[in-house]
């Protein structure tokens, strides 16, 4: 079977005209000895005849008779082996490199049965597809950090990770520098197939060159300004053993501030990082914008729990021999705050009363729970009035009505006093649901006090009630959030106050704590999935037993606990 003619490349001749490479039968000539690149002939024996001029300079000892396999590379020599005895079934396209560079060959018989080998040098054409497929790659590795460095606001967990892919993918070992916290500086440190670790330890930095400069953001100091064998002993990992040969110090450039610096090391024996300074910085710079995030969201994170610790109702505790329950569900399930509040402020001795406050601000969450917080500081301040009940009210709403809020509030005020085994009782309502007394026998009496909004007009006008709670009976100081819980089984009923009186029947001789999770429990069961407003409750007790703490001045004796419904 004859073998298949493959067309060779477009040959140009020295005149600039193309050359039919046929022209290759009639011997070296004018024709293809000066083709602008190699060209060599070898007969079916695998021995050279002929090489242009081109070729000369790949293999300047070759000559003619010269076999292919001790003149030329093997994967040449072994494609012409092929192409001359049939087995390429005449089509034969072979690569490979020559010296430093890398050529294509194609093969082209002549009528005498020689092969004319034609190098097409391609070493261009794959040093720029290898450059497109570094750049893709490091693109989708940049992709991928800041993927998995966004995915957490966790501050420790950012720096652990930066540390970790630095190793992975840029170095045998990182360390983070983060900034400083007062004289120490929080240091991450990891190493390919070790644990990654974290101190906090005094370091001086500028033992380091470029250390200083990037911690203060400026541009990166270069690779070779830096002499591995003067690194300071707290710039490496405790296992890397391995001798530095090369180090980056990056900067990690964050939202205005910077967010520390990363440093990389390579051991003597991996290649340096002069070809990959630039791509070390873009992860830095990816880094860093992770961390700053991250340690944004920590700071604001801290700021919030401290004013959250503020806003949110306190703890509730047994008071010279009086019990007081509270529980606190916000509107909003995913909110801590809103615009339900109580505090109870604890007279300083048995004999003195005790100051209870439960109020409910017009609105929900954040904005609501601002002016709770301005009226407990307002009531707060006010304590030494509180013998006088309308006054500290009008005062509370000459405060409010000076302020920039156009927010009113319904307030319930109680003074708690404990006379032997009973607890007496100052309620004054301003435009607040009265509270609900509920006798030994089950009986709930609805307290005689009215009053007007605080914060809406400029006259208070409010009616103080007197009520003797004996022992095992309770008063309970709720906001709308309980009667207005709209569910049922249509979803569309209100709970109302003759549920809640209904309820509150059967808590007779109940502790306060019992009372008010008992109520919080029932109202959670009626709304269901549903919305609901803010719901606060407080209810104070006497216990059944005499307090025996009461007489030698202990004012705590047993500790119920605030609950906040989830």
Same mark, same amino acid.
């Given at each position: 079977m004859g073998r298949v003619p493959v067309a060779p490349p477009r040959v140009v001749g020295s005149s600039g005209s193309p050359v039919d490479p046929r022209c290759v039968a009639a011997g070296p000539g004018a024709a293809w000895a000066h083709a602008p690149y190699p060209v060599l002939v070898a007969d079916r024996d695998g021995r050279l005849v002929e090489l242009n001029d081109a070729a000369r300079q790949l293999w300047s000892d070759a000559v003619r008779g010269d076999k292919l396999r001790d003149t030329v590379p093997s994967w040449l020599a072994e494609a012409h082996g092929r192409f001359t005895d049939g087995t390429s079934g005449g089509a034969v396209r072979t690569a490979g490199a020559v010296a430093d560079r890398f050529f294509e060959a194609h093969p082209t018989p002549t009528d005498e049965g020689d092969v004319v080998w034609w190098l097409v040098d391609d070493t261009d054409r794959r040093l720029a597809e290898a450059a497109l497929a570094g750049t893709r790659r490091r693109t989708a590795l940049l992709a991928d950090v800041s993927s998995q460095l966004l995915s957490t606001l966790n501050l420790t967990r950012c720096l652990e990770a930066t540390a970790r892919m630095a190793t992975d993918h840029l170095a045998e070992a990182a360390v983070l520098v983060a900034p400083p916290q007062g004289r120490r500086y929080p240091l991450t440190y990891a190493f390919r197939g070790g644990p990654v670790t974290r101190v906090t330890a005094p370091v001086e930095v500028r033992d380091l060159p470029g250390l200083a400069e990037a911690l203060q953001g400026f541009p990166p100091v270069p690779a070779r300004w830096i002499d591995p064998a003067r690194l300071p002993g707290w710039s490496r990992p405790a296992g890397f053993r391995e001798p530095v040969g090369s180090v980056i110090v990056a900067p990690l450039p964050g939202h205005g501030v910077s967010a520390g610096a990363l440093v990389l090391l390579r051991s003597s024996s991996e290649q340096a990082f002069s070809d990959d300074e630039l791509f070390a910085r873009l992860f830095a710079a990816r880094a860093g914008a992770a961390l700053s995030a991250a340690r944004l969201y920590t700071e604001q994170s801290s700021i919030t729990a401290t004013l959250m610790r503020e806003l949110l109702p306190p703890r509730l505790e047994s008071v010279h021999g009086v019990e007081y329950a509270g529980a606190y569900r916000p509107a909003r399930d995913n909110e801590h705050i809103g615009g339900d509040f109580y505090d109870v402020h604890p007279g300083a001795g048995p004999a003195e009363e005790s100051l209870v406050t439960l109020g409910d601000v017009a609105g929900k969450g954040l904005d609501a729970a601002v002016l709770t917080g301005k009226i407990r500081n307002t009531l707060h301040a006010l304590l030494p009035l509180a013998?006088?009940?309308? /006054?500290?009210?009008? !005062?509370?709403?000459?405060? &409010?009505?000076?302020?920039? +809020?156009?927010?009113? $509030? *319904?307030?319930?005020?109680?003074?708690?006093?404990?006379?032997?085994?009973?607890?007496?009782?100052?309620?004054?309502?301003?435009?607040?649901?009265?509270?609900?007394?509920?006798?030994?026998?089950?009986?709930?009496?609805?307290?005689?006090?009215?009053?007007?909004?605080?914060?809406?007009?400029?006259?208070?006008?409010?009616?103080?009630?007197?009520?003797?709670?004996?022992?095992?009976?309770?008063?309970?100081?709720?906001?709308?959030?309980?009667?207005?819980?709209?569910?049922?089984?249509?979803?569309?009923?209100?709970?109302?106050?003759?549920?809640?009186?209904?309820?509150?029947?059967?808590?007779?001789?109940?502790?306060?704590?019992?009372?008010?999770? /008992?109520?919080?429990? !029932?109202?959670?069961?009626? &709304?269901?999935?549903?919305? +609901?407003?803010?719901? $606060? *409750?407080?209810?104070i007790g006497a216990p059944r037993v005499a307090d025996r703490t009461v007489a030698d001045g202990q004012g705590r004796a047993r500790s119920t606990t605030h609950r906040r419904t989830p």
């Amino acid at each position: 079977m004859g073998r298949v003619p493959v067309a060779p490349p477009r040959v140009v001749g020295s005149s600039g005209s193309p050359v039919d490479p046929r022209c290759v039968a009639a011997g070296p000539g004018a024709a293809w000895a000066h083709a602008p690149y190699p060209v060599l002939v070898a007969d079916r024996d695998g021995r050279l005849v002929e090489l242009n001029d081109a070729a000369r300079q790949l293999w300047s000892d070759a000559v003619r008779g010269d076999k292919l396999r001790d003149t030329v590379p093997s994967w040449l020599a072994e494609a012409h082996g092929r192409f001359t005895d049939g087995t390429s079934g005449g089509a034969v396209r072979t690569a490979g490199a020559v010296a430093d560079r890398f050529f294509e060959a194609h093969p082209t018989p002549t009528d005498e049965g020689d092969v004319v080998w034609w190098l097409v040098d391609d070493t261009d054409r794959r040093l720029a597809e290898a450059a497109l497929a570094g750049t893709r790659r490091r693109t989708a590795l940049l992709a991928d950090v800041s993927s998995q460095l966004l995915s957490t606001l966790n501050l420790t967990r950012c720096l652990e990770a930066t540390a970790r892919m630095a190793t992975d993918h840029l170095a045998e070992a990182a360390v983070l520098v983060a900034p400083p916290q007062g004289r120490r500086y929080p240091l991450t440190y990891a190493f390919r197939g070790g644990p990654v670790t974290r101190v906090t330890a005094p370091v001086e930095v500028r033992d380091l060159p470029g250390l200083a400069e990037a911690l203060q953001g400026f541009p990166p100091v270069p690779a070779r300004w830096i002499d591995p064998a003067r690194l300071p002993g707290w710039s490496r990992p405790a296992g890397f053993r391995e001798p530095v040969g090369s180090v980056i110090v990056a900067p990690l450039p964050g939202h205005g501030v910077s967010a520390g610096a990363l440093v990389l090391l390579r051991s003597s024996s991996e290649q340096a990082f002069s070809d990959d300074e630039l791509f070390a910085r873009l992860f830095a710079a990816r880094a860093g914008a992770a961390l700053s995030a991250a340690r944004l969201y920590t700071e604001q994170s801290s700021i919030t729990a401290t004013l959250m610790r503020e806003l949110l109702p306190p703890r509730l505790e047994s008071v010279h021999g009086v019990e007081y329950a509270g529980a606190y569900r916000p509107a909003r399930d995913n909110e801590h705050i809103g615009g339900d509040f109580y505090d109870v402020h604890p007279g300083a001795g048995p004999a003195e009363e005790s100051l209870v406050t439960l109020g409910d601000v017009a609105g929900k969450g954040l904005d609501a729970a601002v002016l709770t917080g301005k009226i407990r500081n307002t009531l707060h301040a006010l304590l030494p009035l509180a013998t006088d009940h309308v /006054r500290m009210l009008t !005062l509370l709403n000459k405060a &409010l009505l000076s302020s920039p +809020h156009t927010r009113f $509030a *319904t307030l319930v005020l109680a003074s708690v006093r404990r006379r032997g085994g009973e607890v007496a009782l100052r309620l004054t309502s301003a435009g607040h649901l009265p509270p609900l007394i509920v006798r030994a026998d089950g009986t709930v009496e609805e307290a005689a006090t009215r009053g007007s909004l605080i914060g809406a007009l400029p006259r208070v006008t409010a009616t103080t009630a007197r009520v003797t709670l004996h022992p095992g009976e309770t008063c309970l100081l709720y906001t709308d959030g309980v009667t207005e819980a709209r569910g049922g089984p249509l979803g569309d009923e209100l709970f109302g106050e003759h549920r809640l009186k209904r309820v509150l029947a059967e808590c007779a001789g109940l502790p306060a704590e019992a009372v008010v999770e /008992r109520i919080q429990m !029932l109202t959670a069961q009626w &709304l269901g999935p549903g919305s +609901h407003d803010d719901i $606060a *409750t407080v209810a104070i007790g006497a216990p059944r037993v005499a307090d025996r703490t009461v007489a030698d001045g202990q004012g705590r004796a047993r500790s119920t606990t605030h609950r906040r419904t989830p």
